[in-house]
């Protein structure tokens, strides 16, 4: 079946801009994930979500940044007045259920450059 | 203060020979560790787990041994091949909290 996909495959937008990054989770999945990725480094926690609500947000670096999954499958990871500390591959991974012990599937990525 | 570390940022291995990639944590709360691969512009790919109460686990060419006093991991793959030429990640997870925290990485290279 198909796996998990994310769009746009690259983004590159200007300093200050507003960027939206769409996860298409596999079908069934109820936990959806958000990882931000830097050159270098392993991915890092941004939030996940159970269903529609998001189950722990923590890991969101500041106010910029907010994610929302309506109907409880896609998901979208809005960052708002870009700035170029922001530039990484942003991923989204799913799991059957929300426990750390179900396998994440995880997408592509996003490769998100600002200028 | 990184909480799982790979210390190696890339390791040189010979077509057959064993690979041995290395993990250590800082955090006693971790009770779960995953070791994922990846390949360039695809994402992680779950490799093998080991759960705290076990000190190994095997599935085919791969094995994790968990050593909980030194709090440290090892991934060994036996033999081997020009496929496994991959970054590999550990991760990490406390039985309480649904996050993984990740290790940066070791960019294994298998050589012909």
């Known amino acids: 079946g198909a796996g998990v996909s994310q769009t746009p495959s690259n983004k590159v937008t200007e300093k200050g801009k507003y960027v939206e990054l769409r996860c298409d989770p596999i079908s069934g999945h109820t936990a959806l994930y958000w990882y931000r990725q830097s050159l270098g480094q392993g991915p890092e926690f941004l939030i996940y979500f159970q269903g529609t609500g998001a189950a722990d947000d923590s890991g969101l670096p500041n106010d910029r940044f907010f994610a929302v999954r309506p109907e409880g499958s896609v998901s979208t990871l809005k960052i708002q007045r870009t700035e170029r500390g922001d530039s990484a591959v942003y991923l989204c991974?799913?799991?059957?259920?929300?426990?750390?012990?179900?396998?994440?599937?995880f997408g592509p990525g996003t490769r998100l450059t600002v200028l | 203060d990184q909480q799982v570390k790979q210390n190696s940022p890339s390791l040189s291995v010979q077509e057959g020979r064993i690979s041995i990639l290395n993990c250590d944590y800082t955090n006693s709360m971790f009770d779960y560790f995953l070791w994922y691969k990846k390949y360039p512009a695809e994402g992680p790919t779950f490799l093998i787990s080991i759960s705290s109460i076990k000190d190994k686990n095997e599935d085919g060419r791969f094995t994790v041994f968990l050593n909980k006093s030194a709090k440290h991991l090892s991934l060994h793959i036996v033999p081997s091949q020009p496929g496994d030429s991959a970054v590999y990640f550990c991760?990490?997870?406390?039985?309480?909290?649904?996050?993984?925290?990740w290790g940066a990485g070791t960019k294994l290279i298998i050589k012909p």
């Open positions: 991974a799913s799991s059957l259920t929300l426990t750390a012990r179900d396998t994440q599937y």
């Open positions: 991760a990490a997870s406390a039985y309480s909290n649904y996050q993984l925290i």
